[in-house]
């Protein structure tokens, strides 16, 4: 078949990376890009030589050229995009979260299966080597029953100036565990406890620590805070236009076996004088080909299912909507001090 055009909503620093990942894909072509900022919105029409440019995003989806609508604009628009162009029969890649209300996503999910759209949300660590590792010798059988499940995600204290005022971190970081929670375990949450603390004084706390119980007996247990130093040591350092750190680790216990993966230790560091960084190799890494890792391995695999219209059977949609589901009860059951029942 013919090229999928493609229109991305979204100029960001998330943006940029789609559009630099989505060029060096021989099946899409990028036709547009969509902004209310008009100064990013023009710079990033010129610097990727994209021939239309909207300031509203309703219009680009409204663009007949156009087959799939790559959504990586601010997380409180994610469902409400997706539902516009959905109904316009487009297909979407939505980054995520899948939206930030459990009605949209919800309504994301019904529309998908109506229209016959393929609809992928963006949880790049189910295509990250060492995450998909995992996963595999889950299936194996390695470990054996899981029994528990314990998750930490930790950021940059400087990043939250901008996230603390936009979003609960739970939909932001806590989100990739879930649904890495979700692909492992491979069951439903039932019970949700939960607490946060806010030390940095905007809308929406910098921590928060969840215990999560499923249906086949497996516990899981998430914390998240976004106030690492200055001096933490940096694996943010190039592609993404955003030094920092991130620093994620995971372990699977089980009655035969455990995995566990640490994502801020690559075995790779530089030291100078003034910094100390550990590059990070498995997300959005520079190769000999151009930007690797999990966001082309992910992107490209969308491509690919939208082609064959299929739903992906590594990301499927209704995961997304679940996690979606879950995150609405840690923030709930941390307002109210109480377990939540799904």
């Known amino acids: 078949m ?17 559009l630099n990942v989505l060029r060096q894909i021989e099946k899409c072509e990028i036709v547009a890009v969509a902004d209310i900022n008009e100064e ?5 029409k010129a610097d990727f030589n994209i021939p239309k440019s909207y300031n509203d995003a309703l219009e680009l989806i409204n663009d007949q050229e156009i087959d799939v609508v790559s959504i990586v604009s601010d997380e409180s628009t994610h469902g409400y995009l997706a539902i516009e162009s959905i109904k316009r029969n487009k297909h979407v890649f939505i980054e995520k979260p899948i ?3 459990y009605s949209e996503a919800t309504k994301v999910l ?27 010798a889950v299936d194996r059988g390695v470990l054996g029953d899981i029994v528990t499940v314990r998750t930490k995600r930790d950021f940059s204290k400087q990043w939250f100036a901008d996230f603390g005022k936009r979003v609960h971190p739970v939909y932001e970081s806590g989100i990739h565990d879930l649904d890495l929670l979700l692909w492992y375990i491979d069951s439903k949450c039932k019970e949700v406890f939960s607490v946060e603390h806010n030390i940095s004084g905007y809308q929406y706390p910098d921590s928060f620590s969840a215990t999560l119980k499923f249906e086949n007996g497996v516990i899981a247990t998430m914390e998240s805070a976004w106030l690492y130093p200055n001096g933490a040591p940096q694996n943010l350092v190039e592609t993404l236009e955003l030094d920092g750190t991130i620093n994620a680790d995971i372990e699977i216990i089980g009655n035969k076996g ?3 993966y640490q ?7 530089i030291w100078t004088d003034d910094m100390h960084l550990q590059p990070e190799l498995t997300l959005w890494n520079q190769d000999v ?19 064959k219209n299929e739903e992906s059977p590594i990301a499927p949609l209704h995961d997304s909507v679940d996690a979606l589901q879950i995150a609405d009860a840690i923030v709930l059951s941390a307002q109210e001090g109480t377990i939540v029942k799904l």
Do not use: C, W
């Not at 994502?263 to 560091?269: D, F, I, V």
């Not at 080909?289 to 082609?307: C, D, K, P």
């Open 2 to 18: 013919d090229k999928l055009k493609v229109g991305l909503i979204g100029t960001g620093r998330f943006g940029r990376l789609h």
């Open 40 to 44: 990013s919105l023009l710079k990033t």
């Open 99 to 101: 939206a930030t209300k």
């Open 110 to 136: 019904q529309l998908a299966k109506k229209h016959n759209v393929q609809v992928m949300v963006g949880n790049i660590s189910r295509f990250a080597t060492p995450y998909f590792s995992m996963k595999k």
């Open 258 to 260: 455990t995995a566990n």
């Open 263 to 269: 994502l801020n230790h690559s075995g790779y560091s």
């Open 289 to 307: 080909i151009g930007i690797g890792g999990a966001i082309r391995t992910e992107l490209a695999h969308f491509i690919s299912q939208v082609v």
